[in-house]
Protein backbone atom coordinates (compact mmCIF):
# COMPACT_ATOMS: atom_id res chain seq x y z
CA UNK A 1 0.00 0.00 0.00
CA UNK A 2 3.02 2.30 0.53
CA UNK A 3 3.64 2.02 -3.01
CA UNK A 4 0.71 3.88 -3.65
CA UNK A 5 0.14 6.31 -0.77
CA UNK A 6 2.37 9.26 0.24
CA UNK A 7 1.44 9.65 3.37
CA UNK A 8 1.91 5.72 4.00
CA UNK A 9 5.65 5.47 2.00
CA UNK A 10 6.66 8.53 4.54
CA UNK A 11 5.55 6.70 7.52
CA UNK A 12 6.79 3.36 6.68
CA UNK A 13 10.27 5.08 5.16
CA UNK A 14 10.91 7.01 9.00
CA UNK A 15 10.46 3.64 10.36
CA UNK A 16 7.23 5.20 12.66
CA UNK A 17 4.35 2.78 13.88
CA UNK A 18 1.42 2.55 11.05
CA UNK A 19 -1.97 2.04 12.95
CA UNK A 20 -4.69 0.47 11.72
CA UNK A 21 -6.81 3.77 11.09
CA UNK A 22 -3.80 4.80 9.35
CA UNK A 23 -3.66 1.57 6.66
CA UNK A 24 -7.55 1.66 6.37
CA UNK A 25 -7.19 5.34 5.85
CA UNK A 26 -4.34 4.75 3.07
CA UNK A 27 -6.52 1.93 1.72
CA UNK A 28 -9.02 4.16 1.37
CA UNK A 29 -7.43 6.89 -0.35
CA UNK A 30 -6.05 4.59 -3.06
CA UNK A 31 -9.06 2.58 -3.89
CA UNK A 32 -10.75 5.84 -4.22
CA UNK A 33 -7.51 6.95 -6.88
CA UNK A 34 -8.08 3.80 -8.49
CA UNK A 35 -4.28 2.83 -7.55
CA UNK A 36 -5.11 -0.41 -5.38
CA UNK A 37 -7.93 -3.00 -5.23
CA UNK A 38 -8.37 -4.73 -1.70
CA UNK A 39 -8.85 -8.02 -2.29
CA UNK A 40 -11.16 -10.27 0.37
CA UNK A 41 -11.46 -14.19 0.52
CA UNK A 42 -13.84 -15.86 1.91
CA UNK A 43 -17.12 -18.55 1.68
CA UNK A 44 -21.03 -17.69 1.60
CA UNK A 45 -20.60 -21.60 3.05
CA UNK A 46 -20.69 -21.38 7.02
CA UNK A 47 -20.64 -17.08 6.88
CA UNK A 48 -16.77 -17.39 6.50
CA UNK A 49 -15.40 -13.62 5.90
CA UNK A 50 -18.85 -12.35 4.90
CA UNK A 51 -18.77 -9.57 7.58
CA UNK A 52 -15.20 -8.60 6.34
CA UNK A 53 -16.10 -8.17 3.33
CA UNK A 54 -19.10 -6.16 3.88
CA UNK A 55 -17.05 -4.10 6.51
CA UNK A 56 -14.51 -3.75 3.43
CA UNK A 57 -17.09 -2.41 1.44
CA UNK A 58 -17.88 0.17 3.59
CA UNK A 59 -14.51 1.34 5.03
CA UNK A 60 -13.14 1.83 1.36
CA UNK A 61 -15.45 1.77 -1.07
CA UNK A 62 -17.20 5.26 -2.10
CA UNK A 63 -20.41 6.72 -0.75
CA UNK A 64 -22.80 7.52 -3.51
CA UNK A 65 -22.69 11.13 -2.56
CA UNK A 66 -18.86 10.75 -3.24
CA UNK A 67 -19.63 9.69 -6.78
CA UNK A 68 -20.38 12.00 -9.91
CA UNK A 69 -23.05 9.68 -11.83
CA UNK A 70 -23.40 10.56 -15.92
CA UNK A 71 -26.06 9.85 -17.57
CA UNK A 72 -27.05 10.06 -21.69
CA UNK A 73 -30.04 12.17 -22.58
CA UNK A 74 -31.77 10.09 -24.87
CA UNK A 75 -33.73 13.36 -26.41
CA UNK A 76 -31.12 15.81 -26.36
CA UNK A 77 -28.80 13.97 -29.01
CA UNK A 78 -27.21 11.82 -26.02
CA UNK A 79 -25.58 14.51 -24.08
CA UNK A 80 -23.84 13.71 -21.16
CA UNK A 81 -25.74 14.41 -18.04
CA UNK A 82 -24.64 14.85 -14.36
CA UNK A 83 -27.02 13.31 -12.16
CA UNK A 84 -27.35 14.66 -8.81
CA UNK A 85 -27.48 12.01 -5.72
CA UNK A 86 -30.59 13.59 -4.46
CA UNK A 87 -34.63 13.03 -4.50
CA UNK A 88 -35.20 15.92 -5.90
CA UNK A 89 -33.32 14.93 -9.77
CA UNK A 90 -34.92 13.28 -12.21
CA UNK A 91 -35.42 9.78 -11.44
CA UNK A 92 -32.51 7.25 -13.05
CA UNK A 93 -32.10 3.83 -11.97
CA UNK A 94 -30.80 0.97 -13.42
CA UNK A 95 -32.47 -2.53 -13.72
CA UNK A 96 -29.93 -4.87 -13.33
CA UNK A 97 -31.53 -8.10 -12.65
CA UNK A 98 -34.59 -9.87 -13.29
CA UNK A 99 -35.83 -12.86 -11.61
CA UNK A 100 -39.04 -15.00 -11.61
CA UNK A 101 -39.73 -15.89 -8.31
CA UNK A 102 -42.57 -17.66 -6.14
CA UNK A 103 -44.15 -13.95 -6.12
CA UNK A 104 -43.61 -13.07 -9.58
CA UNK A 105 -41.33 -11.35 -11.92
CA UNK A 106 -39.00 -9.38 -9.14
CA UNK A 107 -36.51 -6.25 -10.78
CA UNK A 108 -33.76 -5.85 -9.07
CA UNK A 109 -32.77 -2.01 -9.85
CA UNK A 110 -30.32 0.58 -8.53
CA UNK A 111 -31.70 4.15 -8.34
CA UNK A 112 -29.18 6.94 -8.99
CA UNK A 113 -30.88 10.08 -8.74
CA UNK A 114 -34.39 10.91 -7.82
CA UNK A 115 -37.34 8.59 -6.31
CA UNK A 116 -39.94 6.51 -7.13
CA UNK A 117 -43.34 5.25 -5.08
CA UNK A 118 -45.87 2.34 -5.39
CA UNK A 119 -48.13 3.60 -8.24
CA UNK A 120 -45.68 5.62 -10.78
CA UNK A 121 -45.01 5.46 -13.68
CA UNK A 122 -41.59 5.04 -15.20
CA UNK A 123 -40.50 5.15 -18.54
CA UNK A 124 -37.98 2.32 -19.90
CA UNK A 125 -35.51 3.64 -22.07
CA UNK A 126 -35.07 0.25 -23.53
CA UNK A 127 -38.42 -0.39 -25.09
CA UNK A 128 -39.48 2.97 -25.28
CA UNK A 129 -43.11 2.30 -23.26
CA UNK A 130 -43.88 3.10 -19.78
CA UNK A 131 -44.62 1.16 -16.97
CA UNK A 132 -45.72 1.05 -13.80
CA UNK A 133 -44.37 0.20 -10.56
CA UNK A 134 -46.95 -2.38 -9.19
CA UNK A 135 -45.17 -3.01 -5.59
CA UNK A 136 -41.97 -1.96 -3.94
CA UNK A 137 -39.58 -4.37 -1.62
CA UNK A 138 -36.74 -4.74 0.37
CA UNK A 139 -35.13 -7.71 0.13
CA UNK A 140 -33.55 -9.38 3.15
CA UNK A 141 -32.22 -12.71 2.43
CA UNK A 142 -34.75 -14.99 1.42
CA UNK A 143 -37.91 -12.29 3.15
CA UNK A 144 -39.57 -9.58 0.90
CA UNK A 145 -40.41 -6.21 3.14
CA UNK A 146 -42.99 -4.16 1.51
CA UNK A 147 -41.64 -0.39 1.07
CA UNK A 148 -44.81 1.73 1.10
CA UNK A 149 -42.79 4.81 1.08
CA UNK A 150 -41.03 6.00 -1.63
CA UNK A 151 -37.36 4.41 -2.96
CA UNK A 152 -34.73 6.85 -3.63
CA UNK A 153 -30.72 6.79 -4.26
CA UNK A 154 -28.75 5.78 -1.22
CA UNK A 155 -31.27 2.96 -0.47
Do not use: W
Not at 2 to 9: N, Q, R
Not at 14 to 39: H, Q, S
Not at 84 to 96: K, M, N, Q, Y
Not at 137 to 149: A, F, K, M, N, Y
Amino acid sequence: VSEVDDHLAELFLAEEPIGADVLKAAIRRATLANKFAPVFMGSAYKNKGVQLLLDGASDYLPCPTEVINTALDVDKGEEALQLPCSPSGPFVALAFKLEEGKYGQLTYMRVYSGKVSKGDFIHNTSTNKRTRVPRLVRIHSDELEDIPSAVRCMD
